[in-house]
């Protein structure tokens, strides 16, 4: 398990991926978690994920400690794989959940009720890859690994 989570390919191309992911993530956690950059904060986001949503308190919570800490982690190049896979799950729960019935395009427009899930999907494609590399060139898995 340790050679799975930990591996890395050591390319650029993985450093890169994970870094996009990280940066693009951190901000949505922190919206969450702290309520910066116009978020609501932990409290009321749990009480959205677990009254609006129907959401279990332990995943509502889980998706807020992932989307801060794994996207801190991603950056660091830390289990990025475990990181990844759990970064897929929630795309795909939110598509799943909130955006399919709002189709492909976000609400560039303002014309739609809500988002559609073209972000989701290229957050899934990045995961994918770093489901299959790593973490990639100066990440803390590299430095574990050897």
């Known amino acids: 398990m340790k050679q799975f989570i930990f591996f890395s390919d ?19 956690g922190a919206r969450k978690m702290f309520g910066l950059y116009g ?13 609006q949503m129907n959401l279990p308190a332990v995943l509502a919570g889980l998706i807020i400690l992932t989307e801060l800490m794994g996207s801190i982690c ?8 475990l990181f990844a896979f759990l970064f897929l799950a ?7 959940t909130t955006n399919y019935k709002n189709g492909l395009f976000m609400n560039w427009s303002g014309n739609q009720k809500g988002e559609g899930f073209e972000y989701h999907l290229l957050v899934i494609g990045i995961c994918i890859c770093l489901l299959f590399t790593g973490s990639g060139k100066y990440s803390t898995d590299g430095l574990i690994i050897r």
């Open 10 to 28: 050591d390319s650029w191309a993985a450093l890169i991926l994970r870094l996009t992911l990280g940066i693009i993530m951190l901000p949505h």
């Open 39 to 51: 978020g609501y904060g932990f409290r009321l986001t749990m009480d959205y994920f677990t009254r």
């Open 74 to 81: 991603l950056i660091i190049g830390f289990a990025s794989r």
């Open 90 to 96: 929630i795309m795909a729960g939110a598509i799943l």
